[in-house]
């Protein structure tokens, strides 16, 4: 469904991205690892064309996307959940729902305001209130939320465990599984293992923007060195 | 009491086209960040158009339709400039796109010229409303009571399409992020061109509807842009409901300072703007900005170096020339030659605060006239020998510079350039008004140099050695450990204050040297032209910096220096065209889109593939 091939992405003159490959499967969720700093933000960006990048190829559904403009690949059903969450602070909650609001496709899940509002209920009693005052886990429903208004086909998760409280980090693992049932793709960020190999199927490592590891977790798991090479554990 | 509330309603209703005007300066730039200076010739369009349709479509229905039609075909214009000029500089560095909105006022400029003629334009009155009505004895204009009922339904209109639809929440998402806002799939292109369209359709609506009181002239576009600068940065950049305020009270205040401090109405707005923005520096409603939130980083500035040995031969080549004129050159020559210099001194002062110290002014006049009028006070009021003059215009200038400084640099960016604007026009109105002390627009006479330096010839020398001297300094001050604080300080003032820089300090000294240099260029110039008026304070004399340095290259140690000499130069031949404008703002747009680099960073890199170095090593 997704193919990147060749990637190499710069910020200045810093190379960050260096000659990345992988592809992922309709219907999988993948976890892409590393620690602080190893390029998963960058990849997702790359993907999203937020980072332009110097050479290589994405490819979605067969199509090049590297030359399009973001709104483009976004409307292609590509929909991505930024590390930040780059919450509309200033609008309220139906309001950034709003703001990602797009036609529905026929090849992935609807969503409705009413479906999102089922699926995170805190949202829900807060949805007239502006985006200043919420909680950091409140603030990752609503941009999952915000960006599955676009009724996308492949999520592209930015770390949606960190800094939000445990309890809602096994709420938001459900809710990754749940996605995976209604047959929506999956890419999610993370540097917390045990939570990727709760959702994922497969996991790739990234270290220093190389390709360092890309299979299952069971075989991960028959390659510890791997793991205490490339992941802060 | 009567004369009272005539004077509130009064204030009230000139509030329209101003608030007209700066809410659509704040939509557009609370979307897509720029400050469309050209605001002002929107807004002159408007009025220009309404008074050509009025007068073909007849009766109440044609006036009001002349209105919207105006507003309409403005709002095209809006597109086409949005299209043609600001889309290829929306990844610009922000001076980069200011600096083609000058651009299009002196194409505007030029083309209603063109079209309409010099004369002024006299408003057609409003069908139906062409009376006055009695309130409490006075007599107040029918048509002004309309604009007080008109202008709330605008801003209810607006209120309701920004708060209450999707177009509006897309708009108010995009001021904040509009990456984000593009990631979710929202075409970014049609949004920044509906907003330009819908604030240039507001600018053209109130230059049409402001007719009946005002009518339309070829000044009206620079009067109007500093109000609406103060209005929008009272109200805060982006909010509505702050510049209908804004416009309410700056309004209200011009009239009753006009009845009551006949002396200061200008002078008053200005004071209310710096006395709000101590309290709150991003305007009654405005928001924080945070500046390069969500920026992606650009490429590295290259370093700047000292110039090399071929760099340096050069400029003694130069100097050597320069000193050698008045044996070859004429009288004439040496005149234009010393305009020129004092210019060279004047844009390399600005340079220094803008290149190496990130601090872009579009005030930077304020200095120049005032050290230019100390000067000249001195002389007038006190007697004072020349020389004593000359050296407080430096003094005075940097000391202005100081006071300015301790304001403008709290703030950064577009919030930095519009309080410098508004400190500028502060000195100018209150020299322009003040007219008992500094003459107003009969400027000051008769303030010229001792005998030892009388004489075309030997004024030109001086000027040589204090100009070059003056460049020289500000060149071995970037070079200084002082001028890499300064230049740690614009590319990341968190960094620098971790490296234990004190980041104000810096700035702020930096603010009063380029205060101070910019003074220096104005005793030149008074003793050199005999005279001082106040048209060296005003707005496009500061203009004319920024537009130098950029020309020569913003990038640059030696941008503002060749710019100015190569504008000065070309201005005595260009403005004897008549479109001389339309050439320059045409010019100006060209750089802007072709050759952001500017003159010198053009041709610095024309030569470098060829092979030649004009710098010396690297230093860091
Ligand atoms: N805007 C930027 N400008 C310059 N360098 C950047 C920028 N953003 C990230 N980097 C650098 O790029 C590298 C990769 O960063 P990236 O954000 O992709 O890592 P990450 O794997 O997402 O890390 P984290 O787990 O901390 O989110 C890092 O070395 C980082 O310092
Ligand atoms: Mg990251």
């Known amino acids: 469904m997704l193919e990147i091939s060749a990637l190499n992405s710069f910020y200045g003159k810093a190379h960050i991205l260096n000659d990345l490959d992988f592809s992922i499967n309709r219907g999988e969720v993948v976890a892409l690892l590393g620690r602080n700093g190893a390029g998963k933000t960058t990849t997702m960006k790359s993907i999203m064309q937020l980072v332009h990048p110097k050479s290589g190829r994405v490819s979605f559904d067969g199509a090049d996307i590297t030359s399009l403009p973001s709104h483009k690949i976004a409307r292609l059903g590509l929909g991505y959940v930024p590390e930040e969450r780059r919450i509309f602070s200033d609008l309220t909650i139906l309001e950034n729902l709003e703001v990602g609001r797009q036609k529905a496709r026929k090849d992935a899940p609807v969503w409705t305001v009413e479906a999102l509002f089922e699926l995170f209920p805190n949202l829900w009693e807060r949805r007239n209130n502006r985006g200043k005052a919420m909680s950091g886990g409140e603030q990752q429903m609503l941009t999952i939320a915000r960006t599955l208004m676009g009724n996308p086909k492949l999520l592209l998760l930015d770390e949606p465990s960190e800094g939000i409280a445990p309890v809602i980090v096994e709420q938001m693992a459900k809710t990754i599984l749940r996605f995976k049932e209604e047959g929506l793709t999956v890419i999610i960020s993370e540097q917390n293992l045990h939570f990727a190999r709760i959702v994922a199927d497969r996991a790739i490592i990234l270290e220093s923007g190389e390709k360092k590891f890309d299979g299952t977790f069971t075989d991960l798991e028959n390659q510890p060195d791997i793991r205490d090479a490339y992941l802060s554990v | 009491m009567g004369l009272f509330v005539a004077q509130l309603l009064t204030g009230l209703a000139n509030a329209a086209a101003l608030f007209l005007v700066a809410s659509g300066l704040s939509l557009i730039f609370g979307v897509t960040r720029i400050v469309n200076f050209a605001h002002g010739s929107l807004y002159m369009l408007g009025a220009y158009f309404g008074v050509m349709l009025m007068q073909s479509l007849p009766g109440a229905v044609g006036f009001w339709g002349s209105i919207v039609l105006s507003s309409l075909i403005v709002g095209a214009i809006g597109i086409i400039i949005e299209i043609c000029v600001l889309r290829p500089v929306y990844r610009a560095p922000e001076l980069f796109q200011l600096v083609a909105t000058f651009g299009v006022i002196l194409v505007i400029q030029d083309l209603t010229l063109m079209f309409w003629g010099a004369e002024d334009q006299l408003g057609p009155r409003a069908p139906g409303l062409k009376s006055v009505v009695r309130i409490l004895g006075e007599p107040i204009p029918q048509y002004d009571l309309a604009l007080i009922v008109i202008t709330p339904f605008i801003l209810l209109g607006l209120w309701w399409l920004i708060s209450k639809t999707r177009v509006g929440i897309l708009v108010r998402a995009a001021t904040q992020d509009r990456e984000m806002v593009g990631a979710l799939g929202v075409n970014q292109s049609w949004l920044f061109t509906g907003v330009f369209f819908l604030g240039s359709a507001l600018a053209g609506l109130g230059g049409a509807i402001q007719l009946p009181k005002g009518g339309a002239d070829l000044l009206m576009d620079l009067n109007i842009i500093s109000a609406v600068f103060v209005v929008v940065v009272i109200g805060g950049m982006g909010s509505i409901v702050g510049a209908f305020v804004a416009s309410v009270l700056i309004s209200v205040l011009n009239v009753f300072g006009v009845a009551y401090l006949p002396q200061s109405t200008l002078v008053l707005m200005y004071v209310v703007m710096a006395i709000v923005l101590l309290v709150r520096p991003y305007g009654l409603f405005g928001r924080e900005e945070k500046a390069g939130e969500h920026g992606q980083a650009g490429e590295p500035d290259r370093p700047i170096r000292p110039a090399g040995v071929r760099g340096r031969l050069f400029a003694a080549a130069l100097f050597l020339a320069l000193a050698l004129v008045p044996v070859f050159g004429s009288n004439f020559t040496q005149v234009l030659l010393t305009d020129i210099l004092i210019f060279c001194l004047f844009a390399a002062s600005l340079q220094f605060m803008l290149s190496t110290g990130g601090m872009v002014s579009f005030g930077h006049a304020a200095f120049f006239g005032g050290g230019a009028y100390a000067a000249a006070l001195l002389v007038t009021y006190a007697d004072s020998p ?58 000051l006479v008769n303030i ?30 970037i070079h200084s450990p002082f001028g890499y604080s300064l230049r740690a300080t614009r590319d990341s003032a968190r960094q620098a204050d971790a490296t234990g820089i004190n980041v104000t300090h810096v700035q702020w000294a930096a603010f009063a040297t380029a205060g101070a240099m910019a003074g220096l260029a104005g005793g030149l110039f008074v003793f050199s032209k005999g005279s001082v008026f106040p048209n060296e304070l005003e707005i496009e004399k500061s203009f004319d910096a920024l537009i130098v340095v950029f020309l020569g290259g913003v990038k640059t140690l030696s941008g503002g220096v060749v710019g100015a000499a190569f504008m000065e130069s070309v201005k005595d031949w260009l403005t004897r065209l008549e479109y001389w404008r339309l050439i320059l703002g045409l010019l100006i747009i060209g750089v802007v889109i072709v050759a952001p680099a500017g003159i010198v960073g053009t041709l610095r890199g024309l030569s470098e593939r060829l092979g030649l170095r004009w710098t010396g090593e690297t230093t860091r």
């Open chain 2, 386 to 443: 020349m020389e004593l003059a000359f050296l407080f215009a430096p003094l005075a200038a940097g000391l202005l510079a100081v006071v300015f400084g301790w304001f403008c640099i709290r703030l950064s960016g577009v919030y930095f350039a519009m309080l410098t604007l508004a400190f500028s026009q502060l000195v100018w109105s209150l020299v322009f008004q003040w007219y008992d002390v500094t003459g107003g627009d009969d400027g």
């Open chain 2, 448 to 477: 010229w140099p001792s005998a030892w330096l009388s004489g075309t010839t030997t004024y030109y020398y001086f000027t040589l050695i204090v100009g070059v001297g003056g460049i020289i300094f500000l060149r071995h001050l």
